[in-house]
């Protein structure tokens, strides 16, 4: 059985009214090493110390102003998200010059002495990459190097797009004259500016893309990034019946099972099994088994209604007693997920591993009986850890998960109850894309009480092994209603670097009436007087979650630290309106993010 201590539980009613900004600790400006601010600005200033101070972006490189959609006309790239972005010294700065190795340090580019309000400050070797989407004519702009180097540096720009090499600057260096950029990208899919260090080195190689402009851009509307187009098998696939699977070894096969009661495939062996290449589907669950030592990749899972009055669609994973669990590459849609409780395993090898898997729409609605659905829901959970006490090694990460409303019903995207890794190797759970989790009329139901990670779950219930040792970071969640993310017991739980945002709104436009807080950190159970809550700690995540106000206008509900002090720190409130436009450029990061990563999600 899947658990749920927290039915009919929700933050709303004691966090309504909370109207908290996020902690932060702004770092203390540095003096130089004289104790003095440089005047000079000869280049001169600019010192190498021998160090990498290379830089690559970690989100769209639009934390602390306001995020824009891609709109009508010409659009300044200076305003748009960044798909990915690495600079040689320090980062890339926004409307600025690169400066030196930290953020924010650089002055107003300038170009032969004339002023820039718009534009990037790069230093070479540096590429950045935007999402055209088709729908530009031309990207124009002025380069150069930027004068706060006098006359040092030599470099190059390039402009490319998808991946062919559309100009080229020939050497450039701080006494050449600004050029002109003007090429077609029409029909381009992305738009890659490059600097290099022409060859030579990169000292003073501080160049800048001044007014660089997508031109002509035609956008059409569209309220949501897209759900993951499933790869459904070809209308000849053939379905055999059940599989039962007695002995270790590869299985590739198209399985289904129409009745609830039975699995479309049963695991009856601890011996490995390795399920690849393969269609499943059924009105029960997909694949099921007691102390496994299970590899499912590759492969697609479909629920289906199961047509029994008040029953959910089947899991895809039920494991049980497990003994090992990969689940690598596979795509789900309309399951309940993936489902582990107590864990067996002795041999150091053996773990969960949750990674690069696509899935679309985690379905606990209950079946009416005649191919609908009740307004009720069964509380499932994209992955759920229930007692998976002192286990090493354990990962779901890299996972793209979207729940749309109205199809699809969960509780958290990731629950971990009473569960822990160990203080040498803690639970990873990184890199995820969680978008979506709803009541089933979220414009009208308020007491939904999903999300998208939660974390300790399980205390009550479990004192003696209350959840402990999880690193969460490098994720991103949106619009996941009553949290984005959760502390509720136990200890040495860290999150960290994870962006968490939520317009408020449905896709249509409506309230989602179970909004709540993006990141909320509380000991539910008292687990202090027990000596099991400590080392709790959230830090340098980017936040925006938004509440809508009856008379439409909006606030940043984004923390409620109701048992953190300084163990929070330094998380960075959004700059300005996070809306169904800032969602759409999550994902658009996301995809980014993933492919800049050489890894592929979903079966290959």
Same mark, same amino acid.
Not at 460 to 484: C, E, K, L, R
């Given at each position: 059985m899947s658990y749920s201590p927290r039915t009919a539980f929700s933050l709303t009613a004691l966090a309504l009214t909370l109207t908290l900004a996020a902690c932060s600790q702004p770092a203390a400006p540095q003096a130089n090493a004289g104790g003095q601010a440089s005047s000079q600005q000869d280049g001169r200033q600019f010192g190498y110390d021998g160090k990498d101070r290379s830089w690559t972006s970690t989100d769209n490189g639009l934390t602390t102003l306001t995020a824009q959609a891609l709109g009508n006309g010409d659009n300044l790239v200076s305003d748009l998200p960044w798909l990915s972005a690495t600079s040689g010294w320090g980062p890339i700065e926004r409307n600025m010059s690169n400066g030196e190795a930290g953020s924010g340090d650089g002055r107003t580019l300038t170009l032969n002495g004339r002023a820039y309000a718009t534009g990037l400050g790069v230093h070479a070797n540096s590429s950045v990459t935007f999402a055209l989407n088709g729908q530009c004519e031309r990207f124009t702009g002025d380069i150069g190097m930027d004068d706060e180097i006098d006359d040092r540096g030599s470099v190059v720009f390039q402009v490319y797009a998808d991946g062919v090499k559309l100009y080229d600057s020939g050497r450039m260096t701080g006494t050449t004259a600004a050029k002109w950029v003007d090429v077609n990208i029409t029909g381009r899919k992305e738009l890659k500016l490059v600097v290099t260090d022409a060859g030579d080195n990169y000292y003073s190689d501080h160049a800048d893309w001044t007014q660089p402009t997508l031109r002509g851009c035609k956008v059409q509307s569209q309220p949501t990034p897209p759900a993951p187009t499933p790869p459904a098998p070809s209308g000849n696939v053939q379905y055999v019946g059940p599989l039962v699977i007695t002995k270790g070894g590869t299985y590739r096969g198209n399985w289904q099972s129409l009745n609830p009661d039975v699995p479309a495939v049963f695991v009856h062996t601890s011996e490995p099994v390795v399920i690849e290449g393969s269609n499943i589907r059924g009105t029960g669950h997909l694949i099921r088994g007691w102390g496994m030592n299970l590899t499912v990749r590759n492969s697609n899972g479909y629920g289906m209604n199961p047509n029994i009055y008040g029953r959910a669609a089947g899991r895809f994973i039920v494991a049980e007693e497990l003994n090992s669990l990969r689940v690598e590459n596979n795509y789900l849609e309309g399951t309940t997920g993936i489902y582990t409780n107590e864990f067996y395993g002795k041999d150091a090898s053996q773990t969960i591993k949750v990674l690069r898997n696509r899935v679309k729409n985690i379905d606990g609605r209950q079946s009416n009986g005649n191919g609908g659905y009740l307004d009720a829901r069964a509380y499932v959970q994209f992955v759920q850890l229930a007692k998976i006490w002192d286990v090493p090694g354990i990962e779901i990460a890299w996972n793209e998960v979207i729940n749309e409303p109205g199809v699809s019903s969960l509780e958290e995207n990731i629950n971990l109850y009473s569960a822990s890794g160990t203080a040498a190797s803690r639970i990873?759970?990184?890199?995820?894309?969680?978008?979506?989790?709803?009541?089933?009329?979220?414009?009208?139901?308020?007491?939904?009480?999903?999300?998208?990670?939660?974390?300790?779950?399980?205390?009550?219930?479990?004192?003696?092994?209350?959840?402990?040792?999880?690193?969460?970071?490098?994720?991103?969640?949106?619009?996941?209603?009553?949290?984005?993310?959760?502390?509720?017991?136990?200890?040495?739980?860290?999150?960290?670097?994870?962006?968490?945002?939520?317009?408020?709104?449905?896709?249509?436009?409506?309230?989602?009436?179970?909004? +709540?807080?993006?990141?909320?950190?509380?000991? *539910?159970?008292?687990?202090?007087?027990? =000596? !099991?809550? #400590? @080392? /709790?700690?959230?830090?340098?995540?980017?936040?925006?979650?938004?509440?809508?106000?009856? +008379?439409?206008?909006?606030?940043?509900?984004? *923390?409620?630290?109701?048992?953190?002090? =300084? !163990?929070? #720190? @330094? /998380?960075?409130?959004?700059?300005?309106?996070?809306?169904?436009?800032?969602?759409?450029?999550?994902?658009?990061l996301w995809q980014g993010k993933f492919r800049a990563a050489g890894l592929s999600v979903g079966p290959n």
């Open positions: 990873q759970i990184h890199d995820n894309f969680l978008q979506g989790a709803y009541a089933i009329n979220p414009a009208t139901d308020g007491s939904y009480s999903g999300g998208g990670i939660m974390l300790g779950d399980g205390v009550a219930d479990n004192w003696d092994h209350p959840g402990s040792y999880v690193d969460v970071y490098n994720n991103q969640i949106v619009s996941t209603s009553n949290q984005g993310i959760g502390i509720s017991g136990g200890h040495n739980h860290n999150v960290y670097g994870n962006r968490v945002l939520s317009s408020g709104r449905l896709p249509d436009g409506q309230v989602n009436k179970a909004q +709540n807080v993006g990141i909320y950190v509380w000991d *539910t159970v008292n687990g202090k007087s027990r =000596n !099991l809550w #400590y @080392n /709790n700690t959230v830090h340098d995540n980017v936040i925006g979650w938004t509440r809508v106000n009856a +008379n439409n206008s909006t606030w940043q509900n984004n *923390t409620w630290f109701a048992d953190c002090t =300084n !163990l929070c #720190y @330094n /998380n960075k409130t959004w700059s300005g309106a996070v809306t169904n436009a800032t969602e759409q450029q999550e994902f658009q």
